[in-house]
């Protein structure tokens, strides 16, 4: 057993090292879009893709590194998933014109359900 | 690691630009939202090149608060706009 | 039961936060998940919630996957689709479908509307042009303009 364990180590270091990059990468390619035209909306998917899964792959990258702490690392991991994607929800609907259906009921799930 | 330090920087430095130059009020909160969740995962990278923990908390409660005063902006913002 | 899982979503997220498992630290967890105050409502049903909450799990290696197909796809192509929604009084499992819809690249969820009274969600769709019909004129393409 005791042999195996540098090369765990070592290879985890370099998964960890690869997930990083491939997080930068993400970071790279979904972050370029906004410097460019081109539709708000299809900014805002690419933009989701760099924030929430670039920076989740750079977590699990850290993850690999420090797992002693992997409590708070947990924690960052889901408040980056879930805040993420619902900002970019509210970001799409908000700066869309408000829809022109005669009845105007607003029955869109607003913050009600933040309170877990 | 410094490579990769590097190359988050230069990644933030896009929305930075973005925000500088003039633009719409919602490109502008995407290029912020964007600019807080890539800071805050530079400070963790940061802590653990360091070895110093305490960075990393910082990073860490920062990304699991989010940004949501920006969200109480943009609904403001929305029916500000109606 | 909603009342139970919310209980142990805090629990969990107190215990993240502190990273320690002793058990006075656990006991003054329980206490603090028990006596912040709940959301009122009507009752969540559990089924809906389960089948919801395993969506939003399985959409995140699907996001993945999306996200390689629009990084290696090329030219792209949107739509406005509409899919029908969950009943709006189960605010929980609004939460995890549109959690579930806005997480994978290729969808994003707009709002949610009604229309000829059952509950819908608007979604706005980005997705690479399937490579047969790349070369198609432009107004074939099924995308109704809202």
Redesign the interface.
């Known amino acids: 057993m005791s042999p195996l364990l540098p090369a765990i180590q070592a290879l985890s270091g370099h998964v960890s090292l690869l997930l990083l990059g491939a997080g930068l990468l ?1 970071w790279f ?1 979904g972050t370029w879009p906004l410097l460019e035209g081109g ?1 708000y ?2 900014r ?3 933009l ?2 760099s924030d ?2 670039g920076s989740a792959l750079m977590l699990l990258g850290l993850l690999l590194r420090i797992p002693g ?1 992997w ?2 690392l ?2 960052a991991l ?1 408040g980056l ?2 805040w993420n ?2 900002f ?2 509210v970001l ?2 908000c700066s ?1 014109p408000p ?1 022109h ?1 005669p ?1 105007r ?1 607003r ?3 607003h913050r ?2 933040r ?2 | 690691m410094t490579v990769l330090i590097w190359g988050m920087l230069l990644a933030l430095l896009i929305p930075i630009a973005v925000v500088c130059r003039p633009c719409s009020v919602w490109d502008r909160m995407a290029a912020f939202s964007s600019i807080a969740s890539k800071v805050a995962l530079i400070m963790m990278v940061v802590a653990v090149i360091r070895d110093d923990w305490m960075l990393g908390l910082v990073g860490a409660i920062s990304l699991s608060a989010g940004n949501s005063g920006m969200l109480l902006l943009a609904n403001l913002l929305r029916e500000v706009e109606r | 039961m909603g009342f139970l899982l ?1 209980c142990l ?2 629990l969990l ?1 107190w ?5 320690d498992s002793s058990a006075v630290n656990l006991l003054i967890g329980v206490a603090l998940a028990l006596l912040l ?3 009122e409502g009507p009752r969540q049903p559990l089924g809906p919630l389960l089948r919801a909450l395993w969506q939003a799990l399985v959409a ?1 290696p699907q ?2 996957g999306e ?1 390689l197909a ?2 290696g796809g090329g030219r ?1 192509q ?1 739509r406005w689709l509409e899919l029908p929604a969950s009943a ?1 009084s189960q ?2 499992v ?2 995890l479908e ?2 579930a819809i ?2 994978t ?2 969808t ?7 229309v000829d009274g059952r ?1 819908i969600y ?1 979604i ?1 769709q ?1 997705r690479p042009m399937p490579r047969h019909s790349r070369t198609a004129p432009k107004g074939t393409t099924p995308s109704s303009e809202d």
């Open positions: 993400l390619w539709s909306l299809g805002l998917h690419k989701s893709v929430t899964l702490q409590p708070l947990a924690l889901l998933i879930v994607t619902i970019g929800y799409a609907s869309l829809p259906e009845p009921e029955t869109a799930p009600s359900d309170s877990r | 919310s979503l805090r997220l215990y993240l936060l502190t990273a105050p709940h959301a995140v996001a993945y996200a629009l990084i792209e949107e709006p605010r929980l609004i939460f549109v959690l806005t997480l690249p290729f994003l969820v707009l709002g949610l509307s009604r509950p608007r706005h980005l």
